[in-house]
């Protein structure tokens, strides 16, 4: 059966909050991912911005449509986290809440539509092509896979699983590439072997997406 799951604004701080929850949790390894093929320091980018995204929409949030608390996330990650994914994560999410304006609901095209602006800014930013060993090799695919669902007649909810489980298999799928991007690329044939840490977030923030939505719906 089709589900006419809608977003509201209730699914973008459940979303927050539980990507904030897997991010702490997941600290040690996404900094152990880092070790490996940059300089260690992505679990605690991640977990100092999204403590902070869940804190900023704890407190002024109210009343703001999901546009703006997307919006509102990404100022939050571009001015707490230092590292590259500051802006690579901040740019997107506002792009996201900017493409969603000031609507108090809405469906699933519009989430791949807000998704494919986030992608946008991650491209506009960082210039990394899929194949670059990036977060762009799980987001690409997530969108695809969200989109492709939702064109089968899949429920929103079901679309957001998909998209889930396709960012995660294109966060494994970063192990044999050689990075191209980024200060994994200084070590050129030596990235080769490890997963990618900004595409395992990328995977661990899309399936909080897919567990919100499913929290949400109505
Ligand atoms: P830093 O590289 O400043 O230490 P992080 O460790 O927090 O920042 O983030 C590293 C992650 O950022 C990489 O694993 C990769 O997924 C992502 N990344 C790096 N450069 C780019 C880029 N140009 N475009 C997209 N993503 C990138
Ligand atoms: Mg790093």
Redesign the pocket.
């Known amino acids: 059966m089709i589900t006419n799951s809608v977003v509201r604004a209730e699914t973008i701080t459940i979303w927050m909050a539980e990507a904030e929850g897997d991010i702490r949790a997941q600290s040690d390894y996404l900094t152990q991912?880092?070790a490996a093929?940059?300089?260690?320091?992505?679990g605690?980018?991640?977990r100092r911005g999204f403590d902070a995204v869940g804190q900023a929409l704890a407190g002024q949030a109210d009343g703001l449509p999901p546009g703006r608390l997307l919006i509102l996330a990404g100022k939050t990650l571009v001015s707490t986290?230092?590292?590259?994914?500051?802006p690579?994560w901040g740019s997107p999410l506002r792009r996201a809440g900017r493409a969603l304006g000031d609507a108090d609901t809405f469906g699933g095209d519009q989430l791949a539509l807000a998704l494919d602006a986030a992608i946008a800014g991650?491209?506009e930013?960082?210039?990394?092509q899929p194949g670059?060993?990036?977060?762009?090799?799980?987001l690409t695919p997530a969108v695809q896979a969200l989109r492709d669902a939702l064109t089968a007649g899949k429920s929103l909810e079901e679309a957001v699983r998909a998209a889930a489980d396709a960012a995660r298999t294109g966060a494994e799928a970063?192990v044999p590439m050689r990075?191209r991007?980024?200060?994994?690329?200084y070590l050129g044939e030596r990235s080769i072997g490890h997963q990618?840490?900004?595409?395992?977030?990328?995977a661990i923030i899309m399936a909080a997406m897919s567990r919100a939505v499913a929290e949400t719906r109505e």
């Open positions: 991912l880092d093929i940059g300089d260690g320091d992505h605690t980018n991640m986290v230092g590292g590259a994914s500051g690579l991650v491209i930013l960082g210039a990394a670059d060993k990036t977060m762009i090799d799980a970063t990075a991007k980024g200060r994994a690329s990618d840490p900004g595409a395992t977030s990328a």
